[in-house]
């Protein structure tokens, strides 16, 4: 039997990125979370313990491992022992922020252990460097909707209204789709005009959830600078996002990356589900649903 010396365990909610038109800026957190439990033991080395049944890496390669490492490199308090425990709810590669859970995960509960030694805005920043991109992992750290930027070389962002009432369905087929390859497909240049449509259908999004204008997100979420070049990998996309609409949804795009679909819907989430996964069924996917709601609190320790 190995002492544990040092404890915590960290929740952090899944998310869903760009909501159709706010590529790699928009994301939302969601009530659907992993937890990561990081203690100091006894016990030399570092170690994992998998949830069973899971394929993950367990050495040096493990995301949360690898971010929890490089913040005590930051700090310049590497731990020699250090046990990780995950609870794994979170889909794997659907485009719903495993990775950034992940990230997250490994930097909130190395940062307990040191003793808090950096600030949230230190931790973005190195979650974000870790994850290349903003939109999942700023909504998993810090809750809610939030919209980021860059500026004078630096990532920003601001918190959006997200109300309570609006349910968020979540289609998830039975297949990974790993974001390396769905980033693959997009082009390195787009149309002057689909940039526009793009700009405006953002714009149109902010307005629309913070005047409660929901008659307006089926044509702020609209998308052409990436749902329209994943369609190839994700069999049925596009029908399930015409069938949700047709389900009386709200808004309907793409989870980050996908395969994942993604509806608001303020009455009737049981249907729209129903119709997204009819729509995946009849392209030979199968396809689980859930009715999830917006998480507000972000990443948080929940045991020491």
């Not at 404890?7 to 992993?34: E, H, I, M, W």
């Not at 149309?191 to 307006?216: G, I, P």
């Not at 990998?233 to 994942?260: D, F, H, K, R």
Request: net charge negative; hydrophobic share 45%; aromatic share 6%.
């Amino acid at each position: 039997m190995h002492d544990t010396i040092q404890r915590v365990q960290v929740k952090v909610p899944a998310t869903t990125a760009n909501l159709g038109c706010g590529f790699d800026s928009l994301g939302l957190a969601l009530r659907l979370y992993n937890t990561f439990t990081l203690a100091i033991t006894s016990e030399p080395g570092w170690s994992v313990r998998l949830p069973a049944g899971m394929t993950l890496a367990t050495d040096s390669t493990n995301l949360v491992f690898r971010s929890a490492r490089r913040l005590f490199e930051h700090v310049g308090m590497v731990p020699a022992n250090l046990c990780l425990t995950l609870d794994i709810q979170i889909p794997l590669a659907r485009g719903l922020g495993s990775s950034s859970s992940a990230i997250i995960g490994g930097l909130v509960g190395a940062n307990h252990l040191t003793g808090n030694t950096l600030d949230g805005e230190t931790l973005l920043a190195l979650a974000i460097d870790i994850e290349g991109h903003p939109d999942n992992v700023t909504p998993a750290l810090l809750g809610g909707l939030t919209l980021s930027y860059s500026a004078a070389g630096q990532y920003r962002h601001v918190s959006l209204p997200c109300p309570s009432e609006l349910a968020i369905v979540v289609a998830i087929p039975d297949f990974e789709l790993p974001t390396a390859q769905a980033r693959a497909v997009l082009p390195t240049q787009v149309d002057r005009a689909d940039a526009v449509f793009n700009s405006s259908r953002t714009a149109l999004f902010v307005y629309a959830l913070h005047h409660q204008r929901y008659d307006l997100l089926a044509t702020a979420m609209d998308d052409r600078l990436h749902q329209p070049y994943r369609a190839a990998l994700i069999p049925g996309m596009c029908e399930a996002i015409a069938a949700g609409y047709s389900a009386n949804a709200l808004g309907v795009a793409l989870s980050g990356a996908g395969p994942t679909v993604m509806a608001f819907a303020l009455e009737r989430a049981d249907a729209v589900a129903t119709a997204l996964q009819n729509a995946f069924a009849q392209h030979g996917i199968r396809c689980r649903t859930l009715v999830l709601h917006a998480d507000t609190t972000g990443a948080r320790v929940v045991a020491v």
